[in-house]
């Protein structure tokens, strides 16, 4: 059976998404998401055991989401995404594919990635400030979680 990973797991019930699969916890409570750098490099480690069969449940800070499913598409290539329906107490399921994404625009995934913007990348024009190295930022940049 495939797992969840919880993105934040913060005072918020859960129980509508046990049908997928046992919980794992990627984040919990109070997170300091304006270190970019080390949170990202975090995650990476959280997501090490997990598979493109797992899902990824949607929940918390914005950045904290952000994070996790670029980590996991860079890990997987694929994202088996978990939101919450609100007006039916229940999760759905949102797949996000790199292979789909390419193959709808008529690319290989290099020839997508080589059409993407240099100033994404640690060797192109800037824009990298707070990618690639930590940014000074005080100790309050915390995320409530959900």
């Given at each position: 059976?495939p797992?969840?990973?919880?993105?934040n797991?913060h005072a918020h019930?859960?129980?509508?998404?046990?049908?997928?699969?046992?919980f794992?916890?990627?984040?919990?409570g109070?997170?300091?998401?304006?270190k970019?750098?080390e949170?990202?490099?975090?995650?990476?480690k959280k997501?090490?055991g997990?598979?493109?069969?797992d899902y990824l449940?949607i929940c918390?800070?914005h950045?904290l989401n952000?994070?996790?499913?670029l980590?996991?598409?860079?890990?997987?290539?694929?994202v088996?995404i978990?939101v919450?329906?609100?007006?039916?107490?229940?999760?759905?399921?949102?797949?996000?594919s790199i292979?789909?994404?390419?193959?709808k625009?008529?690319k290989?995934?290099?020839?997508l990635?080589?059409?993407w913007d240099s100033r994404?990348t640690?060797?192109?024009?800037g824009?990298?400030?707070?990618?690639?190295?930590?940014?000074?930022?005080s100790?309050?940049g915390?995320?409530e979680?959900c």
């Amino acid at each position: 059976m495939p797992s969840v990973y919880l993105v934040n797991d913060h005072a918020h019930d859960f129980s509508p998404a046990r049908k997928y699969g046992q919980f794992v916890n990627i984040t919990s409570g109070r997170v300091n998401v304006l270190k970019t750098h080390e949170l990202f490099l975090e995650i990476v480690k959280k997501i090490e055991g997990s598979s493109p069969d797992d899902y990824l449940l949607i929940c918390g800070h914005h950045m904290l989401n952000i994070l996790c499913a670029l980590a996991w598409l860079m890990k997987h290539g694929v994202v088996r995404i978990l939101v919450y329906d609100s007006f039916n107490n229940r999760y759905i399921i949102r797949d996000l594919s790199i292979w789909d994404l390419a193959r709808k625009q008529g690319k290989t995934i290099g020839e997508l990635i080589d059409g993407w913007d240099s100033r994404t990348t640690p060797d192109g024009d800037g824009g990298t400030d707070g990618l690639y190295e930590e940014d000074s930022v005080s100790e309050s940049g915390e995320s409530e979680g959900c």
